[in-house]
């Protein structure tokens, strides 16, 4: 097979750092970003600082992750890691999540594997994010590689196997494990499904050519994200009933950054992520039950939806939400009557928040119940009770 050059993708390496920092300390968004964290240093001393770091896991350690631990202090009621004990901490793996938040949830688990004294993991990340090209240089200095969602027609397959490869290079060959969504883009409803597309894409990257071979090499452990309250639930209702109203709309590159922005900076509650065992074993298994290529893939996909949903940790507002949007009491004993009327005070606040002419409230209601609904939902219908 020949050699890829990956460099249109990769993250940075730690010859590259200088300049990309370099590059950043130049950038006034970028560097009244980096000021929150010393707000009583000037900027000259910043980019002293900044422009210090040589190597990428004391820039993580000593930089992003003490920009996390801030909006995770300030914005949350606590972050937790649970399963690392169903990971072989030397060996890298590939971690398939929901998604939630474009920012948070890959900084989240970075920076609680720093805290738990794990690698952190290279992140895959849509193009679509990068707005402005500082971005990118922070982004890929951060330990994320691109992800180039619409190359064009031809350049399509080029592009996935440039990917699928870049994927399986970085498990087998650098021993560094990746985070990676399940789904292009969020599921703004929370309904969480893996694509099936995309465990196609990992497949073209393998050696051998059974399926279960190739995904088992990449050691595929799904991973669950919970969110007590996303604060993004407004501007993704609001999104639905701009694509009800009218099926062409598109987000511009100003509402991607209002997402980050609203997604960084407001209130989450409580957040838990929870690791699944490897599921390389029960691959080899589906493998001989479905011959069909096809089938193979929508039954891994269903096994990795299975683990993620398996794994939800379940909020009384999900609860709430749960019987408000069904019409039922199924755990009305689990919340009290105040925590349903503060749950309900809460969605009018955000939805006074959206910002639409013709706004259909009703249905905006119903579509940020369903986002608090689905999780417990799934979680049911996976058998875990």
Known sequence: MAVMNFDSIRCYNAEEMPVALERLSNEPQFMNLFKMLSPQSS???LKKLLINYDNIYD???FIVNRFVKMVEKNTTEGVELTGLENIDKNRAVLYISNHRDIVLDAAFLCSQLVDNGVDTVEIGIGDNLLIYPWIEDFVRVNKSFIVRRSPGAKQMLETLQL?????????????????????????????????????????????????????????????????????????KAKEFQQKRDNPGHLKSPEDDLLNMKTGLMGYKGRVVYKISPEISSELFDLQEKYPARNELFKAIAQLIDRKIHGNYTIYKVNMIAYDMLHTTERFHQSYSLREKIDFEKYMDKQIEKIDLEEKDTVFLKTKILEMYANPLKNKINAGVS
Not at 169 to 188: F, L, M, P, Y
Request: charged share 25%; aromatic share 8%.
């Open 59 to 61: 820039f993580q350690k």
């Open 43 to 45: 900027t000259d001393e």
């Open 163 to 235: 990917l699928s490869a870049y994927i399986a290079h970085t498990i087998r060959d650098k021993n560094q494990s990746v985070w990676i969504a399940q789904r292009e883009g969020r599921a703004k409803d929370a309904d969480d499904r893996t694509q099936e597309s995309l465990l196609k894409m990992f497949n073209m990257g393998g050696s051998s050519g059974g399926v279960a071979e190739n995904l088992a090499a990449l050691h595929i452990c799904p991973l669950t994200i919970s969110y007590e309250y996303d604060p993004c639930d407004y501007l």
